[in-house]
């Protein structure tokens, strides 16, 4: 199994444009998560997904930030317009069936705004 | 408040010598207990999970945690620890089956060489 991937993994943009972060969860996973973590808050739930629906999205920390799960397979994160304190590493994870049998991470997307 | 802490935030043992990681959590009917291991530029890779059973639980890498209700604690431990472990170590708790994950601080473990 490929695990999770995500693209891109590293992004570097400018104050005010938007970006688009992208996650495929483990094949046969219905769980999807997003995290954000940096030195200062540590790791951060965002948002996450159970069948392709948001369940919790309290962790988004305002309108700027969106995601979607368009079918079983993939995600997007996308943050408008973006601002130097969003830099961060975002997790996608995913999970069979339930959160006990643990989650699964990607390898993170490194986002710098400048 | 569902919570777990992680009270050492950076531990340096030296090669060859034991480890234990602490880790608690508030009170909660059968948790659900993970310990997860992260490496500089790398996402969290699962080392160990418990939910029932034996207390005792191993896992990759050569740890095992033990879980201990009466202290509401989840310690994780390596007999010998290799420049390899270097790394962060997050212990993560969730409170039902389908519940979102409530992950630690984490501890950054150094190995003297």
């Known amino acids: 199994d490929a695990g999770v991937i995500q693209s891109p993994r590293h992004e570097v943009t400018e104050m005010g444009q938007e970006v688009t972060l992208r996650c495929k969860p483990i094949?046969?996973?219905?769980?999807l998560f997003w995290y954000r973590q940096t030195m200062m808050r540590g790791l951060e739930l965002l948002i996450y997904f159970n069948n392709n629906v948001p369940i919790d999205d309290s962790g988004m920390p305002e309108d700027r930030f969106s995601a979607k799960m368009p079918n079983a397979s993939f995600s997007t994160l996308k943050i408008q317009p973006s601002e130097p304190r969003d830099s961060a590493v975002y997790f996608c994870?995913?999970?069979?069936?339930?959160?006990?049998?643990?989650?699964?991470f990607g390898p993170g997307t490194r986002l710098t705004v400048l | 408040a569902q919570s777990v802490t992680q009270p050492d935030i950076h531990i340096t043992v030296s090669e060859g010598a034991s480890l234990e990681l602490r880790c608690n959590y508030s009170?909660?009917?059968?948790?659900?207990l993970f310990w997860y291991v992260q490496s500089p530029g790398q996402g969290l890779q699962l080392l160990l999970k418990?939910?029932?059973?034996?207390?005792l639980v191993q896992g990759i890498k050569g740890f095992e945690a033990e879980f201990k209700r009466s202290q509401s604690s989840f310690n994780l431990r390596k007999p010998s620890v290799h420049w390899s472990d270097a790394a962060e170590y997050f212990c993560a708790v969730a409170y039902s089956s389908a519940s979102k994950i409530i992950f630690g601080s984490g501890t950054r473990l150094s190995i003297r060489p």
């Open positions: 994870a995913s999970s069979s069936g339930t959160s006990g049998r643990g989650q699964f």
């Open positions: 418990y939910f029932s059973g034996d207390t």
């Open positions: 094949s046969g996973h219905d769980y």
């Open positions: 009170y909660g009917a059968t948790p659900y």
